[in-house]
């Protein structure tokens, strides 16, 4: 079965940092493209970022560009988030997703 499991989300202060991490397995993880989606209190679904397969393509949605990074391990099976610079309007549930499937979600709150 596919699964994502994302992880690493928690409480920080405006400013701060945090790497989320999303393990895969169940499909052939260095043949497919993942992504970063989120979604704030209240709001819809918004994309953050995605990295090709081989990892050396990546883009970002313009409210994180340049205080984002996206990653990935493919002897690990793993994609990665680099969140550095949080502003609070960044508090949202994220989510990895690839292969048609999603993650379960980790919480990012950014809050003094």
């Known amino acids: 079965d596919v699964q994502l499991v994302e992880s690493g989300g928690g409480l920080v202060q405006p400013g701060g940092s945090l790497r989320l991490s999303c393990a895969a397995s169940g499909f052939t993880f260095s043949s497919y493209w993942m992504y970063w989606v989120r979604q704030a209190p209240g709001k819809g679904l918004e994309w953050v970022s995605f990295?090709?397969?081989?990892?050396?393509?990546?883009d970002y949605a313009d409210s994180v560009k340049g205080r984002f990074t996206i990653s990935r391990d493919n002897a690990k099976n793993t994609v990665y988030l680099q969140m550095n610079s949080l502003k609070p309007e960044d508090t949202a549930e994220y989510y990895c997703a690839g292969t048609g499937y999603w993650g379960q979600g980790t919480q990012v709150t950014v809050s003094s």
């Open positions: 990295i090709n397969a081989g990892g050396d393509t990546t």
